[in-house]
Each structure stands twice: as C-alpha cells, then as structure tokens.
C-alpha cells in the first residue's frame, strides 16, 4: 500500500519562529489534506491540497503530485499552533485516508 | 453550522458490555467513515458508507457494526467490549460525488474499556 512519511517527528519552537512540515508519499494520490490536531484531541482541517499551492493567513502548503511531496509552512508560531500536524492521503477509488505519523509542534512563549 | 457531530465525547465501558457510538452530519455528504486513533498514530479505518444502506470494511473492522439508513446518520456499534478497543474514535464525512473528496471529522469519542 501507499506509504506516507512526515518530517520531522517532533519540532520545538520560540513563539515568532517559522517553520516547514514535510509530507513524503509513495504514489500517485488525489486527495492530499494537512490537519491540525489541537492538544484536546480536535481535528481541524487546514487545506485540501492535492496539487498546487494554497495560502490561510499564516499557514500556506504545497503539494507536488508529480515528485510526491507536500509541505505545510507557518509562519510567526503562536501558542496556539502546537498540537500534532497530520497529513492525510488517498488515492483514486480508494476510501480510506491514509496517515501520516504526524509532527508534532510545541510553541514556547 | 454543525458539520460533523458525534456523542458521547466520553464514555469508559466494562469488558464485554456493549455501545452505540451516535454520527450524524447536516452537510448532506454521501460519504461518511469511522476511524479509531490510536495514541502517537495517525487514524485507522473501521468502516465506511457511500451512501444510505451501503456500508463496507475499512482496514481494521472487526468488533465493530455499522448501519446507514440515512444519510445523515452513521451509527457505530461496538459488541462485546474489549480492551484492545480502547481509543479516540472520529466519524467524518465527504461529498466525493461532486468531486470535493475533503473530509470534515466530528469532534471525536474517547473510550476507556476496563
């Protein structure tokens, strides 16, 4: 089946600082998404990106189909940015989302 | 704007007793999926639906009923409670007919089985 990698496991950050997730993916998906799992277990969608670049205020993400990677950019971290990002994939007249391990991202005040 | 909405947001069972996890979502999507997650992983499928009175098996089914006689609800049903289903359980939903395959997940149901 589909494997999906995400980089790195764990990101300590100071409040302000960027940073760059990265989901790895070893096929050919249609439907790529990026959550955010927040520290009460909530699943909050950021973008559904298959391809293509798409931008939300601080967070922007990149998906390139043809080289099998998406990354999610954020940028000025609040507080409020920890949790756990997720990328999630499947492919054409599959069902099921595959995930990724996840990243997860502690922001220091 | 309710979305997905799952109850009970807790619930801790004994061994062997049974439950209905309850989904239903007012966006009018024909596909709807039950995932577990473990702790420290991604999310696992149980079952999935693509439309009222069709239901199939995801990745990891066993110990688990569903039934879909509406499209709006998607009901899940654990028999026989055992440890090994101790997990965050998340039902989502998705409008695939039109092409928009994005999947909004309920809040989800965190289960203790003791």
């Known amino acids: 089946g589909i494997q999906v990698e995400q980089s790195p496991p764990d990101l300590i950050l100071q409040e302000g600082a960027n940073s760059t997730l990265r989901c790895n993916f070893s096929?050919?998906?249609?439907?790529l998404q990026w959550f955010h799992q927040n520290p009460w277990g909530q699943l909050i969608n950021l973008f559904y990106i298959p391809s293509g670049t798409k931008q939300n205020g601080r967070l922007s993400a990149t998906t390139v189909a043809t080289e099998r990677y998406s990354l999610l950019y954020i940028s000025s971290s609040q507080t409020t940015d920890s949790g756990v990002y997720f990328c999630?994939?499947?492919?054409?007249?599959?069902?099921?989302?595959?995930w990724g391990a996840g990243t997860k991202l502690i922001i220091k005040p | 704007n309710a979305g997905v909405t799952q109850t009970p947001k807790f619930r801790i069972l004994k061994i062997g007793q049974s439950m209905t996890l309850q989904c239903t979502q007012d966006?009018?999507?024909?596909?709807m999926y039950w995932y577990r997650q473990d702790p420290g992983m991604g999310l696992k499928l149980i079952y999935y639906s693509v439309g009222a009175g069709i239901t199939d098996k995801g990745e990891v089914p066993n110990g688990y009923n569903v039934s879909r006689s509406t499209t709006e609800d998607f009901p899940l049903r654990l028999e026989l409670a055992a440890p090994s289903q101790t997990s965050v359980y998340f039902c989502?939903?998705?409008?695939?007919?039109?092409?928009?395959?994005?999947?909004?997940f309920g809040q989800g149901t965190r289960l203790t089985v003791v």
């Open positions: 999630a994939l499947k492919r054409s007249g599959n069902y099921q989302l595959i």
């Open positions: 096929d050919s998906v249609n439907n």
């Open positions: 966006m009018n999507h024909n596909y």
């Open positions: 989502a939903s998705s409008d695939e007919d039109r092409g928009l395959a994005e999947a909004f």
